[in-house]
């Protein structure tokens, strides 16, 4: 184990008493995970029928055509999330304040308002309906909220690109669209990168939320699954491990790309309504 | 009744009537004890998930940082599990999932169960990276000073992160009062299922109940925001 800040390195003592403390604690996990499969076992909840579904080719068509729904809904949000992005958090960083202030009031709105409200708000303003204006609620929820968060990764990128980077541009005559264009931006990109996928892994997730407005997305096929087998318990793991598996390679591939491209530049965005130092937002070094 | 003294056009114009006051923003103020219990509601689905979930996510970050391998794994297992599971799938899976199995505590309880099991691996994230802020060399020097464990931690270690930890915990409480609106779907009349009721009892007044459930959250966003600013300046060296 890498040196710590909380303990010294163990010595043979310490060792025989964090090897007694292992064996106790696991026992003490197993016992727990034993329990739980234990009364999976006893409530019947391994039973084929429940279980079933998910190998029928009916039933996978169903949850199929909902990932690929839910999908095709984050792929439309983190592109308009990214316009909205780029559109709001530069209009943070304007010289000019009826630029700046508008752009501040929208962004801090829609961090601080609930997605679900924003896309049920959405929903009975274009008429709530299953199918097409549900997708679509769900998508412009999903556009305004990670649009927001996204904004505040942009201003903070573009923050953490060195001060000398844009005042030599300047110097050798640049004007200010050119010296964002070309010298901030690209530089600003790589170090946004990361959060720009961990934001991915966001969206991702609440694309869930298409079940509140019925909209076709995994969750929503999750749920016309365990109406008809009554299997919640199965269809939530089964989307569990879906979601589990599309996040983590997401997370792994944010991690990638710190490496790669950002090094020891990383994003933190603060807290809605910062006005404190945090509110900076990053952590140059 | 909102607004039971104006007449409504086929399209979302007002007719003014003479009875009384008529502008739209009646249906906020004659539904104003339906919105007050609702956000009584997403308060309390706040707190009693807010404060488990602190507990919680710090016994694992203890794990997760303590000397013993297998509650390390065990916690980052937890923590990937949960985290990347959405919240909604999460709440399926207890609310409607967990009575299955003999466990029914009631609605109340199970979302803020379903709340507590999903913030608090955030929360021990949050913690984790506080004290992974540190550097290894404070302990070095407090421990070359001949302080002790105990003073180490009291002393040196556990205010520098408490101070880190403050900024990433808001976040988290911030988030959770947003996902509070998600046991509006399983059984909980708090602020967006009041949300949608109004919205479906007066669709013409969608913006005015749109903004001003909206202004509560800000509001329950803004005085957390603002109390992790009062204790970062608090704690703040020099």
């Known amino acids: 184990m890498a040196a710590s800040v909380l303990f010294d390195a163990p010595g043979p003592k310490t060792r025989a008493r964090h090897r007694l403390y292992a064996a106790v604690s696991g026992a003490v996990l197993a016992l727990i995970i034993g329990l739980m499969l234990w009364q999976f076992w006893r409530k019947g909840q391994f039973a084929v029928e429940f279980w079933e579904p998910f190998v029928t080719p009916r039933i996978i068509n169903v949850l199929l055509e909902g990932l690929f729904q839910t999908l095709r809904a984050a792929a439309f949000a983190i592109l308009g999330a990214l316009v909205f992005g780029l559109f709001f958090g530069s209009g943070k960083l304007s010289n000019h304040r009826l630029v700046r202030w508008p752009a501040w009031a929208v962004v801090e709105f829609f961090r601080a308002v609930p997605l679900l409200m924003i896309i049920i708000a959405t929903w009975y303003f274009v008429g709530p309906q299953s199918g097409g204006n549900a997708f679509w609620s769900l998508v412009v929820g999903l556009v305004l909220y990670n649009g927001a968060v996204l904004a505040e990764i942009v201003r903070a990128g573009i923050n953490a690109v060195p001060k000398g980077q844009s005042e030599a541009a300047y110097a050798i005559g640049m004007g200010k669209s050119q010296v964002m264009r070309i010298i901030l931006l690209p530089q600003a990109i790589k170090i946004m990168l990361p959060a720009i996928i961990s934001q991915t892994v966001v969206a991702l997730k609440d694309t869930s939320l298409g079940y509140a407005v019925l909209a076709p997305v995994l969750t929503y096929s999750g749920k016309l699954v365990f109406n008809e087998f009554r299997n919640t318990l199965q269809t939530a793991f089964v989307i569990a491990i879906l979601y589990i598996i599309a996040n983590v390679a997401l997370s792994y591939l944010a991690t990638w790309a710190q490496k790669r491209y950002a090094g020891e530049n990383k994003i933190e965005v603060s807290a809605v309504g910062a006005v404190t130092d945090w509110s900076t937002g990053t952590a140059v070094q | ?238």
């Open chain 2, 1 to 238: 009744m909102a607004g039971a003294s104006c007449e409504r056009g086929p399209s979302t114009t007002l007719i003014i009537t003479t009875k009384g006051r008529c502008v739209p923003m009646d249906v906020l103020i004659d539904n104003a004890d339906r919105l007050l219990d609702a956000f009584v509601v997403t308060l309390r689905l706040f707190l009693v998930s807010g404060t488990l979930s602190l507990v919680f996510g710090t016994v694992l970050a203890a794990m997760r940082v303590g000397p013993v391998s297998i509650l390390n794994r065990a916690g980052a297992a937890y923590v990937t599990i949960f985290r990347n599971t959405p919240l909604l799938v999460l709440l399926l899976f207890v609310v409607f999932g967990l009575p299955k199995l003999g466990l029914n505590l009631g609605y109340f309880n199970m979302n803020a169960l379903a709340l507590t099991m999903y913030t608090s691996t955030f929360v021990c994230e949050a913690l984790r990276s506080g004290v992974n802020s540190i550097p290894l060399g404070q302990a070095e020097a407090a421990r070359s000073l001949g302080l002790g464990f105990n003073q180490t931690m009291t002393q040196v270690i556990l205010p520098q992160s408490f101070r880190a930890v403050v900024p990433p915990v808001a976040s988290v409480l911030i988030a959770l009062t947003k996902n509070t609106s998600l046991c509006s779907i399983f059984g909980m009349a708090e602020a967006t299922a009041a949300m949608k009721g109004l919205l479906n009892d007066n669709p013409a007044d969608l913006w005015w109940i749109f903004l001003g459930i909206a202004l509560g959250y800000i509001v329950i966003v803004e005085l957390i925001s603002a109390a992790a600013g009062f204790l970062e300046r608090r704690w703040r060296i020099a």
